[in-house]
């Protein structure tokens, strides 16, 4: 966004562009028209994205203010039109005449309320209401539901409709945002850093029309579904990692030592070396997939993609290099004792045959152990060198 704001101009109306010929005309005109009959000093830009029609020629004809951004997205786009924006305020919606512009009047009080993000809310489950015909039914029922409600479970997001197209924020939110992401990701990208950086954010029930383009839309469900979905879970390194190597790590740990003592049976089925041995395959995938979190937690926070962790800062307080290479030569010392232990049972045996399972259960921690400690040694590494890029 320009650093010069324009004193003159209070809201900065935004509304990407692609080959909407049929409805960019009325986009700027409804919007022109409640900036007057709100008597807002204000600014329509249309941030057009590589239209091969007249798109850019209507916006213009109408008094809009048109800049062309080359790199395709709808990220892109709008990062493209925030760099030229004036307004204090700015209210951002669809070229395709399914937001009403005319009603961003709501948005800017609540602005001036002193939120720093208001979402427009399509969904009945916030007060919103979808015409018959203005959104497929699956986006209606399956993904805008799913990836609000991922945004509950993984951000506390207190919104019903994290993808609604219209929203309004101040421009020194958008800043503090910092917003990367230039496909349709930058929608809930929004929402999830106003919601981590403890922004205020509010909702206002909205309607969402029939678009009047007249063609299939650039909005690829599956595709952009999946770079939504897969956003969110590389945002949250908790869910993606954490929660699954914990109980993986935790379940192969119980099970494993209880399999220690011998066999154990539930009804007919018995399970004893095998199963440890699976068991110790969850215990080591249980602790990559920790590290992991917290390798990705360490560089979005060094990259400023999340904010600040209180926890991470801790864990660099009291969890240094030193720390990590004792715990994992410890680890990997209790490894090689137990394994030549299982050499010298062996010895007592002649080098001769043994029991299966009571070689196994030996063999098995001493192995899991070795490799835990060089994992830990060398995770200790790689963490204090992300923790040096932060300093």
């Given amino acids: 966004m320009t650093n010069n704001l324009n004193s003159e101009i209070t809201v900065s109306v935004l509304i990407p562009c692609l080959d909407e010929a049929a409805t960019i005309g009325v986009c700027v005109k409804k919007a022109k028209d409640a900036l007057n009959a709100n008597k807002l000093a204000g600014e329509?830009?249309?941030?057009?994205?590589?239209?091969?029609?007249?798109?850019?020629?209507?916006?213009?004809?109408?008094?809009?203010?048109?800049?062309?951004?080359?790199?395709?997205g709808y990220g892109a786009a709008l990062m493209g039109g925030m760099a030229v924006a004036s307004g204090r305020y700015i209210v951002m919606g669809d070229a395709d005449d399914s937001y009403d512009f005319s009603q961003l009047a709501p948005f800017i009080d609540k602005l001036r309320e002193g939120y720093d993000l208001v979402m427009g809310c399509r969904l009945p489950a916030g007060g919103g209401r979808i015409m018959p015909g203005a959104m497929p039914w699956a986006h209606r029922w399956i993904g805008n539901p799913l990836?609000?409600?991922?945004?509950?479970?993984?951000?506390?997001?207190?919104?019903?409709?994290?993808?609604?197209?219209?929203?309004?924020?101040?421009?020194?939110?958008?800043?503090?945002?910092?917003?990367?992401?230039?496909?349709?990701?930058?929608?809930?990208?929004?929402?999830?850093k106003t919601t981590l950086q403890g922004l205020k954010i509010t909702e206002i029930p909205i309607t969402l029309n029939k678009d009047g383009?007249?063609?299939?839309?650039?909005?690829?469900?599956?595709?952009?579904?999946?770079?939504?979905?897969?956003?969110?879970?590389?945002?949250?390194?908790?869910?993606?990692?954490?929660?699954?190597?914990?109980?993986?790590?935790?379940?192969?740990?119980?099970?494993?030592s209880i399999l220690e003592f011998g066999p154990i049976w539930v009804g007919r089925v018995g399970f004893d070396a095998s199963t440890q041995l699976v068991c110790a395959m969850s215990v080591l995938i249980g602790f990559q997939l920790?590290?992991?979190?917290?390798?990705?937690?360490?560089?979005?926070?060094?990259?400023?993609?999340?904010?600040?962790?209180?926890?991470?800062?801790?864990?660099?307080e009291f969890i240094k290099l030193e720390t990590g290479l004792v715990a994992g030569l410890i680890t990997t010392l209790l490894g090689l004792a137990i394994l030549i232990y299982a050499v010298w049972n062996w010895?007592?045996?002649?080098?001769?045959?043994?029991?299966?399972?009571?070689?196994?259960?030996?063999?098995?921690?001493?192995?899991?152990?070795?490799?835990?400690?060089?994992?830990?040694?060398?995770?200790?590494?790689?963490?204090?060198?992300?923790?040096?890029k932060r300093k």
């Avoid at 329509?44 to 004809?61: K, M, P, W, Y």
């Avoid at 945004?151 to 910092?178: Q, V, W």
């Avoid at 650039?218 to 390194?237: A, E, I, Q, V």
């Avoid at 979005?300 to 864990?315: V, Y």
């Fill in 44 to 72: 329509v830009i249309v941030a057009d994205n590589g239209s091969a029609d007249n798109s850019r020629a209507l916006a213009e004809q109408n008094g809009a203010k048109v800049v062309l951004i080359k790199e395709k």
């Fill in 147 to 192: 990836f609000t409600a991922i945004g509950k479970l993984f951000f506390r997001s207190p919104i019903h409709d994290i993808n609604c197209g219209m929203r309004a924020f101040t421009g020194a939110a958008y800043e503090k945002m910092d917003l990367r992401t230039i496909g349709m990701e930058f929608a809930p990208e929004m929402v999830i």
């Fill in 213 to 256: 383009r007249g063609r299939r839309p650039h909005l690829r469900s599956l595709r952009d579904g999946w770079r939504t979905l897969r956003f969110m879970l590389l945002y949250c390194p908790r869910w993606l990692f954490l929660i699954p190597g914990a109980a993986l790590l935790i379940l192969g740990l119980v099970i494993g």
């Fill in 290 to 316: 920790i590290v992991f979190a917290v390798f990705t937690k360490v560089f979005a926070i060094s990259e400023n993609l999340l904010p600040s962790d209180h926890t991470i800062e801790r864990l660099f």
């Fill in 347 to 388: 010895k007592a045996h002649g080098f001769g045959p043994m029991s299966y399972p009571q070689n196994l259960r030996l063999t098995i921690p001493a192995v899991t152990l070795l490799v835990l400690g060089l994992e830990i040694i060398f995770a200790s590494f790689f963490l204090s060198i992300l923790g040096l």
